[in-house]
C-alpha cells in the first residue's frame, strides 16, 4: 500500500500496488524491495539483508529507504548505493526548478548564459482537426535501421489511418561513416519500398523523422547541431539534412517525392496523441534517449521570428546539466558511464534517464558492489567489466515482480557469476532504484513545463494531455506509475493526462504532414481572401494622390460639386492664442448621446462642468422638429441643475454632421450620417432650428456664438495647448478631419488674407467612384447593408462603424471556405453588427492570451479552437491595419497639401486628435504615425490626444470669436 506521512491525498500517488512508498518530505518514492510474493507475505531475501530487517508490513527499514541519510558506519554499501540513487522530494522541487531555469533561458535570447536546453523552434504551429487526409511518405532514421512506411489518412476521424511499413537493417558502419553514404543509403530504401508497394508517380510528400538536435529555420529546413546515440556520420553537422535528404532521393530520381517536413520524434508523439476535442500539447519521450516538446506561446520565441499563436517547441533537455547543474544529482557509477560514453561531459540529463544508459549505470553499481564483497562474495566478477553486458531490457524484466528473482538468476547464471538469493534482490533492488530514479526525473521535468505552460498562459489551472513514447514507459507499468505520481505533487496546479502513443515517430510523422499540407492549403485561401486588404506602399502612395486631387476639385469654385471631398469653410480663422477668457455654453450632438457643458477658461486652466444626455432612437429617426425640442429641454435640465437659469452665456454648438456653413454661426446640414435620419433637417440651418426650438421652449435663452464640427472642436482644443495644432482628426464611430488652409488657396469664399479651417468631411471620399478599385467584396457587403448607400465610402473603410463589419463578412467567407470553425456556422455570426468594433482592440491587445480570444468568440456561439482565434486574430488585424494607413494616406495629402500652399521645404505641424477607434484600438495610432512618415517624409508631425475636444473645443471657438468681436454683434 502507499504511505503518506505528509499532508498529501494517497490519491495523488497512483494505484495500490505496492510499486512505491513516499515516507517523508526529506525521503522520495520508494520502490519496494524485491523478494514478495505478488507484493504481499515476508520478503524472501530477508535474511540477505542482515543486519537491517524489514517491519511487519514488508516496508523496508529506514536506512533502506529512498532519501535517508546516510547515519554512518552501520550503512552497508548496499544501502549507500540506493541511497545514491534515490531522490528526496527537496531534490526533485530542485531539478525542477533547473530546468524551468534552463526552458526560460533557452526560450529568451537575452538570458546571459547559453542554455543547455537549446529550445529549438520545430516550425509546427498547429495539431490535427481531424480533417487531415491523402497518402504520407515517412522515412526514419532508428538506431540500427531505416523505417520506410506509407500512411493513407482519410480525413474521417472515426476511420483509423493505413499504414504499409517496411524496415531496412543498416550496416554497421554507416552511422559512423560519411554523410553522403548514410542519406544515400536511405534514398535506397525509400526507392526499394515505393516499388514494392508498387506506387504511382502522382507527387508525394515525404516526411523525415531525424531524432537528433536541429536547428530548424522552417518545417523542411534543419542544420544538424549534433549528433548522438552513438552516430558520428562525417560532413553532415552544420548542414540542412533536408537538402540532404531531397538530393539523395534525387539522385535516386524519385523526382516526384517532396521532402516538406522534418521532426524529431517527440513532434511526432505529440500529433499522434492529439484529438480534435483535446489537444495533446506535450509529448515526452523515454527510449535510448529521452526528450520533450510542448506547444509553447510564440510570442514568448524570440529566435522565431512567430508573434501570433503557438508553436511546438523542441526542449533538447538530454543535454540538461551539461553546465554542472546536475552534478548533485550525479553518482560515480553515473560517472564512470559518461566516461565510456562517446560524448563525455554531453547529454547528462539524458545519460540518467535514456534506456541506453539504465543498464550500464547497473553495471558499474553491481562491480563497485563486488569490488566492496557486497555482491558475488568470492566469485569471478570480470565479466561485469565488459560494456553492454546487462541490457536495459534485462533490467525492466529483473524488475518485474512476478518474475524478477528469476529473470535475475537467469540472467546472472548466464554471465558466469553464479549468484545466491542475495545476490538476486539486491540486483533487483538496484534496478528498481536506477529506473525510479528515471521515472522521478523525467517527472521532475516534465512537471516544469507543465508550470512554465500554466503560467504563460496565465491560467490558475491547466488541464492538458502529455503524449508518452519509449520503451520505459511502454514496457514497465512501475515507470509510468511514477511518472504520473511525481508530476501530480511537483505539479499540483495541473492535471496531466498521460496518453500512449501509438506510433508516433511513424503515423505522428504523416500527421505532421498531413496538417502542414492542410495548413498551406488553408494558408493560400486566406491569402487569397486577404490580400486585396493589404495595400502595398503603392497603393497608398495612389490613395495620397487621389485624396490631393480631390482637395483642390473641393477647394475650387468651378469643380466643388463635382468633387467627393466638400472642403467646407468653417468660417473659423484663429485658432487659441492663450487671452481667452469667461465662461461659456457647449452643446455636443455627434451621436446616440447630448451633451451639455459650462466651460470656464481662466488664465491658467480651464474648468467643465457636463451632463449627458440619450438620444432615443425613435427620436433619432423622428422629426428634425422633435429632435431639436429634445435637445432644448436636456439643456433646461442642465440649467437647473447648475443654477444657470437667467442667465444668457455665448454658446458654442459641436454639430458633428456634414454642413454647409456660411457663417460662423450658420450651417445648412446636408446630409445624415451615424444613425441619424430626423425628418425636415437637411438643408435647413441647424442653427435657426435650434432659436426655434428655444422659441417654442419659452424657458431657455441662448445666445449661439458659433457652430462648429467636432474635428474643429478636436483642433481647437489642442490649439489651446500647442499653438502649433492646426489640423483636427477625428477616428472613432465616424472619421474626419479639418486644417487650416491658406484663404487665398480657397475659391469658395471672398478673400485672400489669413487662413480658414476647411472641413474636409473626408467620410464622404470616393464617393464619386475614385476609390472603387480599393473597395474589397466584404466593403461592398458593409456598405449594400448600410442605411446610406454608396455614401461616406472612405468612413466605411476606416471607421469604428463598419469594421467590426468589415470582419464579420470576412470570418463568414472563411467558414464558407471550411477553413474557419471546421466549416460550421454559428447563427449569431450571420446577425449584422453581432461583431463589434471593440472586439478587434480587445482581441488585438498584446499579451491578451488566446484562451480569452475563444473566450470572446464562444460568446459569440461560436466553437474556435486555438488555431481558430490565431486566424480570426490575422483578420482584426489586416482590416484595422488597412484603416490605419488608409488614414495615414489621407493625412500625407492634407500636411504635403498644408506644406506646398505654405511654400515650406519642411513643415512642423501638430495634429490635434479624438475618437475612441484611435485612442482605444492598441495599435492603430502606432501604424498610422508610422506609415505617415513614410508617405510624408518632409512633413514633422506630432499627433496630440483632445481631451473633450467636442465640448472644449466649442467653447474655445466661441472664447475666440468673444475675443475677437465686438459685443454688439453678438447680440
Known sequence: MCTVMWGLHSSALGPDDGSFAIVGRSCALYPRLSGRDG?????????????????????????????????????????????????TLEKLQEVKGRVLEALEQGLSQQSRAPSTMRM???????????????????VELCQSHIRTLRVTLTGDENQSPQLLNRLFGMPGDVPRGSGEALFDFIAQCVKIFLEEIGSAQHRLPLCFVFPFSCRQTGLNKAELISWSKGFQCSDVEGRDVVQLLQAAINKQELYHVDVVALLNNTVGTMMTCSRPEKPCEIALVV???????????????????????RMCVNSEWGCLGDNGVLDNVLTPYDRRVDQESSNPGKRRFEKLVGSLYLGEIVRHAMLMLASEQALFVRRNTSILETKDVLTTQQVLEIMDNEDGMAKAQGMLEALGLHPSERDCCRVQQLCRAVVSRAAALSAAGLAAVLSHMCHSRELERLDVSVGVDGELFHTSTRFGEILRSVVGLLAPECTATLVPSADGSGLGAAVVTAVALRLAAQRHKVERLLAPLRLSHADLERVQTLMKQEMDRGLDRESNAKS????????????????????????????TNFRVLVV????????????????PTAIMQGTGEALFDHIVKCIEDFQKKQELMGQVLPLGFTFSFPCQQLGLDKAVLLNWTKGFSASGCEGQDVVQMLRDAVQRNQNVALKVVAVVNDTVGTMMACGYHDPKCEIGLIVGTGTNTCYMEEKAKVGTVEGDEGRMCINMEWGAFGDNGCLDSFFTSFDQMVDEKSINVGRQRFEKLISGMYLGEIVRNILLALVEEQVLFRGKLSHKLQSRDIFQTKFLSTIETPGLSLLQVQGILRSLELDASFEDSVLVREVCQTVSQRAAHLCAAGMAAVVEKMRESRGLEQLTITVGVDGTLYKMHPHFSQSLQQMLRELAPRCNVTFLQSEDGSGKGAALVAAVACRAAEPSSLQ
Open 39 to 87: 507484493g504481499r507475505g515476508t520478503p524472501r531475501c530477508l535474511s540477505a539483508v542482515a543486519p537491517c530487517g524489514w517491519d511487519a508490513e514488508g516496508r523496508a527499514p529506514r536506512s533502506l529507504q529512498l532519501g535517508a541519510q546516510d547515519r554512518g558506519p552501520s550503512c552497508t554499501p548496499v544501502q549507500r548505493a540506493l541511497q545514491a540513487l534515490t531522490l
Open 564 to 591: 467627393s471631398l466638400r472642403m467646407l469653410p468653417t468660417y473659423v480663422c484663429h485658432t487659441p492664442d492663450g487671452t481667452e477668457r469667461g465662461e461659456f455654453l457647449a452643446l455636443d450632438l455627434g451621436g
Open 600 to 615: 470656464r477658461v481662466g488664465q491658467d486652466n480651464i474648468h467643465m462642468t457636463s451632463n449627458i444626455y440619450v438620444i
Open 287 to 309: 527510449g535510448s534517449g529521452t526528450n520533450c516538446c510542448f506547444m509553447a506561446e510564440s510570442h514568448l520565441l524570440e529566435m522565431a521570428d512567430v508573434t501570433s499563436g
Open 120 to 138: 529549438l523552434p520545430t516550425f509546427v504551429c498547429s495539431t490535427p482537426d481531424g480533417t487531415e487526409e491523402g497518402d504520407v511518405l515517412v
